[in-house]
């Protein structure tokens, strides 16, 4: 069967390259289609990914589009520590778009998860960690968009800023209770997607409000039935 995406090498091309002419060299493009691989075999650092791509076949390192022994970890950390990520990752998104189209029809709604995490690693002394807020597909498992969250904001202010880059027609955005606010709801409704956030405590009259709804006896939904009404 034929791949439903394209030649991963031939996006990674169109990523600037920030290094200089001067002593480039190994190809950006094998390099960060390497990166990729790896991370998908499970690699989760520098060294773990400079270690993947040593153990592959000559052919292999060929095939990327290196010419000679590939890059080690201390100047791959180098590189990406200087690459644009909103370029990497928009490369990164087009390989990945034709499969997202060719697994799902027009009619279907598609569930996307809106989360936040903070990146291990990056608080210092001088330096709060680093959070991205992250648009999750759920029928791919791949990552749609994501945002830094900047100083001096909050996940949701990003996450709202997150959904507005995205098409929501026909999507089903899932997030926890920070996200259960009045301005998300409707951004997400106004651009032809629906929702389904949680509600806990910190809003106790919305909760209690919902609480009512499912318990009054003409409520749109029944109640889970206990134990005593199963039986």
Known sequence: MKSPVGDLRQYMAQVPDPRGCKGRRHPLSAILTAVICAVLCGADGYQPIAQWLHAQPVDFWHFLGFTRRPIQHGALRNLLMVLD???FEDGLQAWLEPLRGAFSRPTDLRGVSIDG???RGTQSLDQLLTMLVA??????GTVLRQLAVPSGTNEQKTALE???QLVLT???ITADALHCQQE???LI???GGHFVLTVKENQPTLQAAIASEFAAQDAAFSPLPTAATAS
């Open 85 to 87: 990520p909103r370029t």
């Open 117 to 119: 995490k903070s990146l």
């Open 135 to 140: 648009a999750f597909d759920h029928q791919t």
């Open 162 to 164: 997150l959904l507005k």
């Open 170 to 172: 026909g999507r089903v």
């Open 184 to 186: 998300t709801c409707q």
């Open 189 to 191: 409704t106004d651009s």
